[in-house]
Structure formats: structure tokens, C-alpha cells
């Protein structure tokens, strides 16, 4: 009894041992995943900081206003590229490749930059500030799908977005 408890036991390590090798294990998994994630976090940061380029240019009065909200945006792409294990580097990109698809949620992006630009000012401020919250909103819905410190990182650059929106829309001096 003893042996045929051992001969089976030795079977379903020989046979768990054959049947694991083939696929990625969950590890591998998670850090494509990861890595899926941050790519498309950092193309969507690439996407917004060329909307506030855009909007400086078309409205040079609000680029120094603008200056430290992009600023941040790009900290952000440069958090969210980081490398991770196996993952190897992720650079930001200020400028979105060509025909590739994001895999995450982006945020209504500019095709040809000035363009999309409002003409008044005010207008091209609430513009962006939609910009960020939409792309804030994505981040939010990501964090459910993400591993724990990209969701934590995601969700701090959401709040930050948000926060940004909230900048973008307030009248700075004006009596309450």
C-alpha cells in the first residue's frame, strides 16, 4: 500500500513536471502585463504633453501657466517607464508612434496637434483640462487590472490628472 501511495506520488510529479513547461507561468504573465500597461500609460502621457506643447504654441500666454502642469505630466511618463524585471527599459515618447494602437484607454488626442487647438483661450484651457480628466478617468478604470505598484503609481498620476483638470478650469485671482 505504502508503494503504490509513493509510485503514485512520484507519477503526478513526473506529470505536473511535463505539463508545466510549455506556457508562460504566471509570473512572465504578470510582468507582460505590467509592462502592456506602463507602455500604453506612457504612450497616453506622450498624447497629453503634446497637447499642452500644442496649446502653448497656439496660445503663448498660457504656456507659463501651462509650463509646471507639463512638466509633471512628463515626471509622470518618466515614473511610469521605469523598468521592470525582465520587462527591460521603456522610454517616454513625447510623440505617439504612427498607427500603433494603445492598449489602454487614451484620452481624446489631437491627430494633427494645432488643429485641435480652441482659438480662445479659455477655451483651449478647458479643452486640455478635459484632456487630462479623461485620461484620469482611464487610469482609474486601469487600476482594477494592474499589479500593485503600477496600481498604486497609476492611481496617484490619476488623482494628479484630476488635480490638473481642477488647475486648468479654476479662474487664478478671481473674487469668489
Known amino acids: 500500500m505504502l508503494a503504490g501511495a509513493a509510485a503514485a506520488a512520484a507519477g ?9 513547461g510549455g ?13 502592456r500597461m506602463r507602455e500604453g500609460a506612457v504612450r497616453d502621457s506622450g498624447r497629453l504633453l503634446e497637447r499642452y506643447d500644442a496649446t502653448a504654441a497656439v496660445h ?30 521603456t522610454r517616454p ?16 488626442a489631437p491627430a494633427g496637434g494645432r488643429a485641435e487647438v480652441p482659438e480662445k483661450p479659455a477655451e483651449a484651457l478647458s479643452a486640455l483640462a ?6 484620469s478617468e482611464a487610469r482609474t478604470i486601469a487600476l482594477a ?18 488635480v490638473h483638470a481642477y488647475l486648468l478650469t479654476s479662474n487664478p485671482g478671481a473674487a469668489s
Do not use: F, Q
Open 12 to 20: 503526478s510529479v513526473l506529470v505536473s513536471g511535463c505539463s508545466g
Open 23 to 35: 506556457g508562460p507561468s504566471a509570473a512572465d504573465s504578470a510582468i507582460s502585463l505590467e509592462r
Open 60 to 89: 503663448p500666454d498660457l504656456a507659463g501657466r501651462l509650463a509646471p502642469l507639463r512638466a509633471a505630466v512628463a515626471a509622470h511618463a518618466e515614473a511610469l517607464a521605469l523598468t521592470t524585471p525582465k520587462a527591460g527599459p
Open 93 to 108: 515618447r513625447t510623440a505617439s508612434p504612427s498607427g500603433s494602437p494603445s492598449p489602454s484607454p487614451s484620452p481624446s
Open 130 to 135: 478635459d484632456a487630462e480628466r479623461s485620461l
Open 145 to 162: 487590472g494592474a499589479p500593485g505598484e503600477l496600481a498604486r503609481m497609476l492611481a496617484s498620476v490619476a488623482a494628479c490628472g484630476a
